[in-house]
């Protein structure tokens, strides 16, 4: 197998770009630079351009954040591992899948266990396939919220619904468990609405693996026997949801 890890680094800053680029040259011979950007427009061609497996990512850019780059690309085969001055991205870097979360001022020891510890899974994973399959499997069905004192993950197949409380949100589970999480609903529409979860209103969100049945598109009675009335203006994605599940 080709020991080569073949690595992007975005980053708009030009002293943390060098200090990053050192730290990988000096330390790990395997991981080879084959490009750097700092724009979120130049980051979008290069990785269309490229085919890397490691991404070093910054979150805050000259143009925007790095999240519209990965919301640009379909489908990437590559990890990433996000390296911000501010840790209040990290529950939004979760949902992305993110291999990894380090906040600057990088930490060099904790940095070289991290890439060790992928360096050593690609080992074991011999095929890129395999390798594939497996991060599919683990980043597939959870969700880490942030309930002010802790981060709780979740599988996400096992949430009914989410309901907004003012700027928070409060999830209920088939456990019958419930979570307030400190984030609006309108955040986790964001991450949840391409993982199988409907906005059935201005305050609902609900996952349709837990529909029990719909009423004349106009409510959606829940496997906890809850029902949920879809607001008008919703109606019309109700009945487009309706047509794919049918």
Same mark, same amino acid.
């Given at each position: 197998?080709?020991?080569?890890?073949?690595a992007i680094? *975005?980053?708009?800053e030009?002293?943390a770009?060098?200090y990053?680029?050192?730290?990988l040259?000096?330390? +790990?011979n395997?991981?080879?630079i084959?490009?750097?950007s700092?724009?979120?427009e130049?980051? $979008?061609?290069?990785?269309?351009? %490229?085919?890397? !497996?490691l991404v +070093?990512m910054?979150?805050?850019?000259?143009?925007?954040?790095s999240?519209?780059?990965l919301?640009?690309?379909?489908?990437?085969?590559?990890e990433?591992?996000f390296i911000?001055?501010h840790n209040?991205?990290?529950?939004?870097?979760?949902g992305? =899948?993110?291999?990894? +979360?380090?906040?600057k001022?990088i930490? @060099?020891?904790?940095?070289k266990k991290?890439i060790? /510890?992928?360096?050593?899974?690609?080992?074991r994973l011999?095929?890129?396939?395999?390798? %594939?399959?497996?991060?599919?499997f683990?980043? &597939?069905?959870r969700?880490?919220?942030?309930?002010?004192?802790?981060?709780?993950?979740?599988?996400?197949?096992? *949430?009914?619904?989410?309901? #907004?409380?003012?700027?928070?949100?409060?999830?209920i589970t088939?456990?019958? !468990?419930?979570?307030? #999480?400190?984030?609006?609903?309108?955040? =986790?529409?964001?991450?949840?609405?391409?993982?199988? +979860?409907?906005?059935?209103?201005?305050?609902?969100? @609900?996952? @349709?693996?837990? $529909?029990?049945? @719909?009423?004349k598109?106009?409510? *959606?009675v829940?496997?906890?026997?809850?029902?949920?009335?879809?607001?008008? /203006?919703?109606?019309?994605?109700?009945? &487009?949801?309706?047509?794919?599940?049918?």
């Amino acid at each position: 197998m080709n020991q080569t890890i073949s690595a992007i680094i *975005i980053e708009d800053e030009e002293e943390a770009l060098n200090y990053l680029s050192s730290i990988l040259k000096t330390h +790990f011979n395997e991981i080879k630079i084959i490009g750097t950007s700092d724009t979120v427009e130049n980051s $979008i061609k290069l990785l269309n351009n %490229t085919s890397p !497996e490691l991404v +070093f990512m910054d979150i805050e850019l000259i143009d925007g954040n790095s999240f519209a780059i990965l919301n640009a690309i379909k489908n990437h085969n590559f990890e990433v591992i996000f390296i911000t001055a501010h840790n209040d991205y990290l529950e939004k870097a979760i949902g992305y =899948y993110a291999l990894n +979360f380090l906040t600057k001022p990088i930490d @060099i020891d904790h940095f070289k266990k991290i890439i060790n /510890r992928y360096v050593e899974l690609k080992k074991r994973l011999y095929s890129k396939q395999k390798y %594939t399959l497996f991060k599919e499997f683990l980043a &597939e069905s959870r969700l880490l919220i942030n309930t002010g004192n802790e981060h709780i993950s979740i599988e996400t197949n096992k *949430i009914i619904q989410c309901e #907004a409380d003012g700027n928070y949100t409060l999830f209920i589970t088939i456990e019958k !468990e419930k979570y307030l #999480a400190s984030k609006s609903l309108k955040y =986790y529409e964001g991450l949840l609405s391409e993982k199988g +979860f409907f906005r059935a209103n201005r305050s609902t969100l @609900i996952n @349709i693996k837990h $529909i029990h049945s @719909i009423y004349k598109k106009e409510s *959606i009675v829940l496997s906890n026997k809850e029902k949920v009335i879809v607001s008008v /203006r919703n109606k019309s994605k109700l009945s &487009e949801l309706i047509k794919k599940l049918a």
